[in-house]
């Protein structure tokens, strides 16, 4: 496992702005209010299990209290960009990093990076989920012993369909995704007919190519997390190039 060269920093809670606070309730209360039909039963439950609140933007210590009896996941304040290797180490030793900045009232509906609102609402309330949280673990340990371009290229797929952009069969289709999540436009494509919605097959999800900044053409959804888990299996450390070289192979034929 690489060693962690991240720059770790405090959140300081107390120097959040009253504009700060005001953005992050105008964003939950407008996402809130579609994905109590729209989101996933799991991330409805973990966003009140890790206490998140129209009032104030998060205070990261009070939700790793909260998330740490759960599933021992902690959201720890970074600053500035994290290497792909750093973020998948990170991730496998339970450690999700997180912006603690907050888009300007002018940017409420775009935003290019990742802010707090994207990270903490996005994010981390799956992580209250035990078997998400296993499988966000697995997924790191397996993504930081990738060796070669194409093996990391493939976990950034994986990543990208379930983690950012999932997909859920509950009730109909629901979204757990963390781009899905924080975006009302993206969510909305993603539940409307403009994106194809495919059963989450690993092997397909490995060969399925993407492209980030615009509304995505092709979605996976999942029938639970139980069926996340049981595809990263697959792919545990010692293992992963295997399984992977197969689909490769499938890939180039
Ligand atoms: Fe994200």
Same mark, same amino acid.
């Given at each position: 496992?690489?060693?962690?060269?991240?720059?770790?920093?405090?959140?300081?809670?107390?120097?959040?702005?009253?504009?700060?606070?005001?953005?992050?309730?105008?964003?939950? +209360?407008? #996402?809130?209010? @579609?994905?109590?039909?729209?989101? *996933? !039963? =799991? %991330?409805?439950?973990?966003?009140?299990?890790?206490?998140?609140?129209?009032?104030?933007?998060?205070?990261?210590?009070?939700?790793?209290?909260?998330?740490?009896?759960?599933?021992?996941?902690?959201?720890?304040?970074?600053?500035?960009?994290?290497?792909?290797?750093?973020?998948?180490?990170?991730?496998?030793?339970?450690?999700?990093?997180?912006?603690?900045?907050?888009?300007?009232?002018?940017?409420?509906?775009?935003?290019?990076?990742?802010?707090?609102?994207?990270?903490?609402?996005?994010?981390?309330?799956?992580?209250?989920?035990?078997?998400?949280?296993?499988?966000?673990?697995?997924?790191?340990?397996?993504?930081? +012993?990738? #060796?070669?371009? @194409?093996?990391?290229?493939?976990? *950034? !797929? =994986? %990543?990208?369909?379930?983690?950012?952009?999932?997909?859920?069969?509950?009730?109909?289709?629901?979204?757990?995704?963390?781009?899905?999540?924080?975006?009302?436009?993206?969510?909305?494509?993603?539940?409307?007919?403009?994106?194809?919605?495919?059963?989450?097959?690993?092997?397909?999800?490995?060969?399925?190519?993407?492209?980030?900044?615009?509304?995505?053409?092709?979605?996976?959804?999942?029938?639970?997390?139980?069926?996340?888990?049981?595809?990263?299996?697959?792919?545990?450390?010692?293992?992963?190039?295997?399984?992977?070289?197969?689909?490769?192979?499938?890939?180039?034929?």
């Amino acid at each position: 496992m690489t060693a962690l060269t991240m720059p770790l920093i405090e959140q300081n809670w107390k120097a959040y702005t009253s504009e700060d606070h005001e953005v992050w309730g105008l964003l939950y +209360a407008k #996402r809130m209010r @579609e994905l109590e039909t729209t989101g *996933a !039963r =799991l %991330f409805l439950e973990g966003a009140a299990a890790i206490g998140l609140d129209v009032s104030h933007v998060p205070d990261l210590q009070d939700v790793n209290f909260r998330l740490g009896s759960r599933t021992g996941w902690q959201a720890v304040p970074v600053g500035g960009f994290i290497p792909a290797a750093d973020f998948f180490t990170s991730l496998s030793v339970r450690r999700f990093p997180t912006t603690i900045i907050i888009r300007a009232k002018s940017q409420l509906d775009y935003l290019p990076e990742p802010d707090i609102f994207h990270d903490v609402f996005g994010h981390v309330p799956l992580h209250a989920d035990p078997v998400f949280a296993d499988f966000l673990q697995r997924f790191g340990a397996v993504a930081a +012993a990738a #060796r070669t371009e @194409e093996e990391t290229a493939m976990m *950034a !797929r =994986l %990543f990208w369909f379930t983690v950012e952009f999932g997909l859920i069969r509950e009730d109909g289709v629901k979204v757990y995704g963390s781009g899905l999540i924080s975006s009302a436009s993206d969510a909305a494509n993603a539940l409307s007919g403009n994106c194809e919605q495919r059963p989450f097959d690993l092997d397909a999800v490995l060969e399925q190519p993407f492209e980030i900044d615009r509304l995505q053409d092709v979605l996976f959804v999942i029938k639970s997390f139980d069926q996340l888990f049981a595809a990263i299996e697959r792919l545990r450390p010692g293992r992963a190039r295997a399984v992977m070289a197969t689909a490769a192979s499938t890939m180039s034929e």
